[in-house]
Nanobody, 115 residues
Framework: QVQLAESGGGLVQPGGSLRLSCTASRSILNYDIMGWYRQAPGKQRELVAQITGSENTNYADSVKGRFTISRDNAKNTVFLQMNSLEPEDTAVYYC?????????WGQGTQVTVSS
């Protein structure tokens, strides 16, 4: 079992930036696929960004060019740098680890973009 703990959420004005962190309770392995998802009120959870052990990345069209996912296996941590934030980015952001057939989730961190 792996626990994931997100941090870094908060309230930010439109155009601002936030950096989310996700720390795993155990080592992040090269074959783990790490990702960030988000869920806005009344909407389904959606993929925001993913990164493989070989640093291949995948982004939702709505965040391309604004968000950057990265991982530091030595620190068991995954990051999501979010720039040029928009009100539409308001959601609870969840960290995800896919390890072969297992799927782990964090508790989520709230991001609110509002003036």
């Amino acid at each position: 079992q792996v626990q994931l703990a997100e941090s870094g959420g908060g309230l930010v004005q439109p155009g601002g930036s936030l950096r989310l962190s996700c720390t795993a309770s155990r080592s992040i392995l090269n074959y783990d696929i790490m990702g960030w998802y988000r869920q806005a009120p009344g909407k389904q959870r959606e993929l925001v960004a993913q990164i493989t052990g070989s640093e291949n990345t995948n982004y939702a069209d709505s965040v391309k060019g604004r968000f950057t996912i990265s991982r530091d296996n030595a620190k068991n941590t995954v990051f999501l740098q979010m720039n040029s934030l928009e009100p539409e980015d308001t959601a609870v952001y969840y960290c995800n680890m896919r390890r072969i057939i297992a799927n782990y989730w964090g508790q989520g961190t709230q991001v609110t973009v509002s003036s």
